[in-house]
């Protein structure tokens, strides 16, 4: 499909063809200039909406999570949800929508050899999600009167990100039947860290986050 006189270039439609083009070729377009010349737009045409393949991948990823949100706030429940069932309500949701993407997550995500580059994409995401668990940690704090009962934002936020990570790796090898372990290990993993939190403990967020982090994502 091409843009042609009738059809509105859009960022939307830049980010399907790219994904299109990437699983039908089971590779990253080598260059801006072929993937234009592939779809007869300018090169320019391009740049007005990304400034590199990277920066396309990274929104990409940052349409999930806008999908993600958008499909939460539909939900007339969602403003009476405590945080611990905000956070399952964005996890499960979250990753139904990986899911109806799932052969582009793994290829894009398998591809890299090096942690970092996997990473990279994610940068974006990275600051979405952890200033939505920020913003919850922020409204619980709002309604405690006394300092000593405030929780960090940051360090709850980077215990998400974290927890995060290691929802993605098992998920990309969760073979059961409509990925249910992976239902099972967010379900898991939200209960453990806000019973650490709850109990007062929220430092060892952090650390049992790096701890899934490194028994299943290094």
């Not at 740049?47 to 991948?57: D, I, N, V």
């Not at 993407?101 to 996997?118: A, I, P, T």
Request: charged content about 30%.
């Amino acid at each position: 499909m091409a843009a042609g006189a009738t059809t509105k270039l859009t960022e939307d439609k830049l980010i399907t063809w790219y994904m299109e083009l990437v699983l039908e070729e089971e590779k990253i377009p080598t260059s801006i200039f072929k993937f234009c010349k592939a779809k007869k737009i300018k090169e320019e045409e391009f740049y007005s909406f990304f400034g590199s393949f990277e920066g396309l991948q990274q929104k990409i990823w940052e349409k999930f999570y806008a999908s993600t949100v958008d499909v939460m706030q539909k939900n007339e429940q969602y403003g009476q949800m405590t945080n611990e069932e905000k956070i399952l309500t964005f996890f499960f949701t979250f990753f139904e929508n990986l899911t109806l993407n799932r052969s582009y997550v793994l290829f894009v995500l398998g591809r890299h050899q090096d942690q970092m580059e996997k990473l990279m994409q994610l940068k974006g995401l990275r600051n979405h999600i952890k200033g939505f668990a920020a913003e919850l940690i922020d409204e619980a704090n709002s309604d405690k009167n006394l300092k000593i009962l405030k929780r960090s934002p940051q360090l709850f936020s980077e215990g998400a990100w974290v927890q995060f990570v290691f929802l993605l790796k098992f998920w990309m090898n969760d073979r059961s039947p409509g990925f249910e372990k992976t239902d099972m290990a967010i379900e898991k993993s939200v209960t453990t860290i806000f019973k650490i939190y709850d109990n007062g403990s929220l430092e060892k967020i952090l650390d049992f986050g790096k701890f899934l982090y490194k028994e299943n994502f290094a």
